[in-house]
Nanobody
């Protein structure tokens, strides 16, 4: 079992920044993929960014150049630095962990609202 605890999120103005953190605990495998998904009202959940333990990253086109995902393997923690935020970034952001066996765990989700 893996537990994911998220922090960060909240309200930001357009053009502002927020940082999300997600700490994994429990049976965390040394090789895994962690990432952030988001779901806006009335829309499907989408992958925002992911990162492997070796540092390979993947971003959805809409956040490239604005968001940066990183991780601290010693702390089993993944971060999402969100800059130049736009109102369309408003969504519930959820942390995701996937191990080498394909087992997936989710965080509880954190609200990000971008509004003036």
């Amino acid at each position: 079992q893996v537990r994911l605890v998220e922090s960060g999120g909240g309200l930001a103005q357009p053009g502002g920044s927020l940082r999300l953190s997600c700490a994994a605990s429990g049976r965390v495998f040394s090789s895994n993929v962690m990432g952030w998904y988001r779901q806006a009202p009335g829309k499907q959940r989408e992958l925002v960014a992911s990162i492997t333990t070796s540092g390979t990253t993947n971003y959805v086109d809409s956040v490239k150049g604005r968001f940066t995902i990183s991780r601290d393997n010693a702390k089993n923690t993944v971060y999402l630095q969100m800059n130049s935020l736009k109102p369309e970034d408003t969504a519930v952001y959820s942390c995701n962990y996937r191990d080498v066996y394909g087992i997936v765990y989710w965080g509880q989700g954190t609200q990000v609202t971008v509004s003036s």
